[in-house]
């Protein structure tokens, strides 16, 4: 019998990382890696046991070094892409305390919401991306 493989799936918790500005922390992905060298939202694989907001805590305290407040989920995506499927559960976070640093990143940037056209995101992103933009402009009306 043949099998047809299917990717393996990752749940991931994802950060959308509100600075005062209303600027948001993306980093880039080192060049090795998978999808290295584009640019992402932080987070990563929730570990058996944890809620997602644990996940995102954690995580951005792993990858930025800094202290976050988990707030509303904004979306959650579901994406294939050939090697891997994933599971983006993507809140809102408010930054707290400490300066962003790239410790498991190449580099680390606060942009605004429209200057995130300027930086290459992985396919799945880009649904984020479209969630920021109608919560942003709900709040024009």
């Not at 980093?27 to 890696?33: T, V």
């Not at 892409?81 to 559960?89: A, D, E, K």
Request: proline share 6%.
């Amino acid at each position: 019998m043949n099998a047809i493989a299917t990717p393996p799936h990752k749940i991931i918790g994802v950060a959308v990382i509100w600075n005062d500005q209303q600027q948001i922390l993306i980093d880039r992905r080192r060049p090795g890696g998978a999808m290295g060298g584009l640019w992402e939202f932080p987070g990563g694989k929730i570990e058996p046991g944890e809620s997602v907001e644990e996940c995102i805590q954690r995580e951005i305290k792993e990858e930025l070094g800094i202290s976050i407040e988990v707030g509303e989920r904004l979306i959650t995506i579901d994406h294939t892409y050939t090697h891997l499927r994933v599971t983006l559960t993507v809140h809102h976070c408010c930054w707290l305390k400490g300066i962003p640093q790239p410790l498991e990143c190449d580099e680390v940037r606060w942009v605004t919401l429209d200057e995130l056209d300027q930086f290459t995101f992985p396919e799945a992103n880009s649904e984020i991306i479209a969630a920021l933009r109608g919560v942003d402009e709900d709040k024009g009306e």
